[in-house]
């Protein structure tokens, strides 16, 4: 078992940037790819970036491309997520999440293990 809590959410103006960080806790971090969903209300959840073990391979949603940033410290069991220039369709729950041996793909995918309880993000216009 894993257990992912998020931190980092909160309102922001357009334009504006916000870290999201999320600690695992429960098994050896380093085994598992990681990534950040979102969802707004009376959507489905949308796949925000996701990374591979190592560090060294990222991905991203196309509405997200050049302006989030994930990345994640094996020594510090966390992965966060910086994003700037911040837009009011980034407006969402952001949740954590982690897909065992390593398999970012999965979470290209919206396929996850474990997904954390979630944090609110609120880009005011």
């Known amino acids: 078992q894993v257990q992912l809590v998020e931190s980092g959410g909160g309102l922001v103006q357009a334009g504006g940037s916000l870290t999201l960080s999320c600690v695992a806790s429960?098994?050896?971090?380093?085994?598992?790819?990681m990534g950040w969903f979102r969802q707004a209300p009376g959507t489905e959840r949308e796949f925000v970036a996701g990374i591979k073990w190592t560090g060294a391979v990222t991905y991203y949603g196309d509405s997200v491309k050049g302006r989030f940033t994930i990345s994640r410290d094996n020594a510090k069991n966390t992965v966060s997520l910086q994003m700037n220039s911040l837009k009011p369709e980034d407006t969402a729950v952001y949740y954590c999440?982690?897909?065992?041996?390593?398999?970012?793909?999965?979470?290209?995918?919206?396929?996850?293990?474990?997904w954390g309880q979630g944090t609110q993000v609120a880009v005011s216009s």
């Open positions: 429960g098994r050896t971090f380093s085994r598992f790819a």
């Open positions: 999440a982690a897909a065992d041996w390593g398999d970012v793909i999965r979470i290209t995918r919206g396929i996850a293990d474990f």
